[in-house]
């Protein structure tokens, strides 16, 4: 009878510890943490890899009675003191201020529960696999409130602002309160878009030729026209690699023949072609930001190969890009330096 009793009253103990811990709170004050959009001109000269920026939030964890304060951030380890942001980046979880009961405590880092710290301070880094515990007199103790301010810092590849298309990074963890059962994810975003350029050419891009009237055309053979220049001008955020493709917005109207180098004018009302315009690129009339001197190349296969730069003009083709180098070189690699630019 004696050890029934014992057994009854054992297990409403443990019965109770179990309820007391269920009742425990964990929370974050954010539980999202956004770092904005970046793009290549965020950081023009960064070195291996580039800060994208810092975030603040806080812990709580408050039960109804003195508890196990141990709390792990799990999540993937990207080296013994970061943690994985996709895989071109990484970030930090910095903890301090800790505060238990009402009174500011030390912190310590360990592996689990009933393990010596392996190193305490009023700030440490939160690192893989560890657990983050308040301590009394150097060693773990336990509390009924705890509450402590986290610091994270977020890093990626100096080339990961190189995007052709917006690229959205996310990442979660779990923050995790061993003995309570209670558990809080807290998730990571960062977003890359390519640069921004702008295009524009002078005049509204428009060249006129005034009134033509039938007298003052030839009737057995093609009117030359006098020349007119256009200035073009591309602007762009950040040094970025690109290409200018033409397109014929009247295909197939331009008179004389297959020539790729000639554009069309459209038709009359009777279907007969107009005529055809020529667009000539010379590297001389160009300037790339401070480059002293800028050369010509081409891609006939779509950007695949490109021809030998060279500083001398050539008529642009419907069907290859065009493009720009700041140094001459007999077979060049696609993309050149960032900053110049190619045309198909």
Known sequence: MKRLLLLGLTLGAIVQGRAHADECQLTLSQSRLDFGVMNRAVQRNPGTEILLGERRLSLNLNCPTPTDMHVFYRALAATAERYRFTERGSYRVHISDAVLDGQAVELGLTSGQGQAPSARGRTLDWRPDQAIVPLRDGAPTTGS??????????????????????????????IDAVATGRARELSLQAGFAPAACETTLSNGGIIDFGRMWPRSLNTDKETGLVSRSLLLSIGCDGPTHFALRMHDNRKGSATGGIDETAYGLGVDDSRNKIGRYFLYFDPFDLRADALPQVYRTASPTGGVAWSSSSGSGSAMRTSRPCGRRGRKSPAPNWPPTAGHCGCW
């Open 145 to 174: 409130s705890f509450s402590a301010q986290l610091l994270v810092n977020a890093w990626a590849q100096a080339d990961a602002p190189q995007v052709r298309d917006a690229v959205t990074w996310e990442a979660t963890g779990l």
